[in-house]
């Protein structure tokens, strides 16, 4: 926990007899260094004795604490504590921890459901961290004063805090905890709304609106990524399908929804009633920022239907979308204001293969959550929906350049060009030596595992043109897929999907690489390399594998960077002719973030990522280096896992003490597995000659451990001579 102010006392709840109500405002009911109650900016107030049962504590005037800890301290009996008003009484529980943020912790003893039904205001930030399996509901109107309020801890699955009283003034309100956040009523709250983590019971998200709005947020950010299992990260769930007495209407904010690879699930409500309408989302901007996002929609039995209707849809490059739902386009809508002017292709009409498509979206009529699917989408009069398989894809590759094309054949004769094109199965097929395959729209979709546009090394791989187009390809669920062919163009590549990407072409393509989903393996067996322009990674849960060359630069702020191949499990050399930046974005789920995952396979074998300028860390960046199941530790062997020519910049990042085991540096930026026998990590070499080198010795003299600590510190900012 924060320490709270100097001036600050802690005071500890004294009473502990069942079905009592108390007053807070009695020094006797507490215990502390002086005589009181806690009611000063800083106080620390621990309501966390073991009580024999419910109790309700009646405020009776405004109270300020910087720190509130609460919950019954017996697990195997937890009771519940309240804290309140009396009647129509209207105090505050003020909470105000001076420059540091107040807290408000349960116990996590048991599972007891604590309330705070008193009026909330707060004039600092306030953390609010569940322990275990708690329940928190704020009953009571909350008063921002335009500071942030954080949720963490919890326990997945667990619908764990309630928020139905109302929330004023702007803000940020955080979920970064396992649980989830329920929110009903209406809020008349101005700020924003960032989904991190967090999931409860089915039907909910890390902000579940089933009978609430926050129609008036400023902006709703859903953070996350989909894997080929499920989704991981943020997620916002309006609705359940469930009967109620009258339309929900508007659940949502009405100005900006962004999306950095989360997952927005939006269901219809069954009438208990006499209406029976469309329930309905009105939103100014949705925006597919980064990543890889999932929209999913349900009208749910017995409903009406329900529509999310968007002014703008935008969208940054590098990001991709899956929508679905078993009703799409038909009860269940996603309409957009612009929908139609995204569309690239031939304009054709419903049931033609010349039917306009969104490159970076796909959608399918399935009731799952799951990131799958396996047809393009397009813009109708009744919104997003996915392209007919069987009528809206032509079967040959020669078919025409404002097709949409859907096949495995891909040999041509001579130039040739498709609007869009879905690669049908798992086997190999080249374009044709000399040849080249224009897809103008930038979309590829491979639709089965194993499937290959050209063959690694192969003479007759052709080359795969995009031309303008950003590339969008697509590799989905589990998917392995390649493109050996040379990928052309001039606008950059985006990774899409929650498979796994290898080009191993001498590709020519310029523009930035984004890894915007799943594993992005550049190279094979060291065959193989980017384009001309920059590799980025802003998508979380991504990630860069290969044994292959990155031509420029790597920027990562999110994801991870695995060297080898099957991606990033093989162990191997990953080359970057330019600079290695490693600057994770501070995560939700602590200060340090894992940015690159180091295999040592044997006593001369290991992952390596070799960099031709500047390694740029920072103090949130983690290295996580592991042994292989086969390799046993032995003096002398040696690794450089990191080599570069430029600047090294740390930026807070520490390597930790030298001559270390490695049993205690999970939390630091190096983590190194763990040595036993009287070995130790030497790293002096990490700042000396442009190299991050391991080596184990024995435990040295400590006249010697100390000259060699000494050394770390005064190398650590210099460069290669």
Known sequence: ????????????????????????????????????????????????????????????????????????????????????????????????????????????????????????????????????????????????????????????????????????????????????????????????????????????????????TMQDAAEIIINGSLSSANQSGGSVHVGNGSGVAANPGQRLTRNTITFNGGTLRHFGQ?????????????????????????????????????????????????????????????TAKFLAGNGSSLLLGGGGGADSSEISILPWMTATNTNGFGPSSNTFATYTANGIRGLNITTEYASSITAGATHNVNTSTLTIAGPTTVNALRHSSGGTSNIGAGQILTVASGGVMFSTNNGAIGGTSNASAGTLNFGSAEGVVWSNDANNNTIGAVIAGSNGLTKAGSGTLIISGANTYSGNTYVGGGTLQVGIGGVGRTGTGDVLMNARGTTLAGTGT????????????????????????????????????????????????????????????VIGQDLTLNAAARIVV??????????????????????????????????????????????????????????????????????????????RAMLLMAGVSAMVLRRRR
């Open 270 to 330: 069954t009438s208990n009633g006499t209406w029976n309408t469309v329930v309905q989302d009105d939103v100014n901007v949705v925006r597919f920022s980064s990543g890889y996002s999932h929209v999913f929609l349900s009208s749910a039995g017995g409903t009406a239907g329900t529509t999310l209707n968007v002014t703008t849809l935008q969208r940054s490059a590098g990001a991709s979308v899956y929508v679905s739902s078993s009703t799409l386009a038909v």
């Open 626 to 703: 592991t042994f292989d199941a086969g390799y046993t530790a032995t003096v002398g062997d040696t690794w450089d896992l990191l080599d570069w020519a430029g600047v090294l910049a740390l930026n807070g990042y520490s390597t930790g003490a030298n001559l270390r085991t490695g049993a205690d540096d999970a939390s630091t930026n190096l983590d190194l597995p763990t040595l036993t026998g009287g070995l130790v990590w030497n790293i002096s070499n990490v700042a000396d000659g442009g190299s991050l080198r391991l080596t184990i010795e024995g435990v040295p003299e400590p006249s």
């Open 1 to 212: 926990m924060l320490v709270p102010p100097l001036c600050a006392e802690t005071f500890t709840w004294n009473q502990t007899a069942a079905g009592t109500t108390y007053n807070w405002n009695v020094n006797g009911n507490w215990t502390g260094a002086v005589a009181g109650f806690p009611n000063v900016a800083g106080d620390v107030a621990n309501v966390n004795n073991d009580i024999a049962g419910a109790q309700t504590i009646r405020l009776r005037q405004d109270i300020t604490v910087g720190v509130l800890n609460i919950g019954d301290a017996n697990a195997t009996t937890p009771s519940n504590i309240t804290i309140s008003n009396n009647g129509a009484e209207t105090f505050r529980l003020i909470f105000n921890n001076g420059a540091q943020p107040a807290q408000l912790n349960t116990t996590g003893a048991g599972a007891p459901t604590n309330t705070v039904s008193a009026l909330m205001a707060l004039n600092s930030d306030l953390l609010v961290r569940l322990g275990g399996a708690d329940f928190l509901t704020l009953s009571g109107a909350i008063t921002t004063n335009d500071n942030d309020i954080t949720f963490s801890g919890g326990a997945s699955g667990v619908n764990g805090v309630t928020l139905s009283g109302n929330i004023t003034g702007s803000g940020v309100i955080t979920n970064n905890g396992l649980m989830a956040v329920n929110i009903t009523g209406t809020k008349t709250f101005t700020g924003t709304l960032v989904a991190n983590r967090g999931i409860g019971a089915s039907n909910t998200g890390s902000f579940t609106l089933t009978s609430g």
């Open 550 to 609: 990155v031509q420029a630069s790597t920027i990562l702020t999110y994801g991870k960077i695995s060297p080898g191949d099957t991606a990033g499990t093989g162990v191997g050399t990953l080359s970057i002719n330019g600079g290695l930046s490693l600057t994770p974005l501070d995560d939700s789920q602590g200060p340090l973030v894992t940015v690159t995952e180091l295999t040592i396979l044997n006593s001369t074998t290991s992952d390596k990522i």
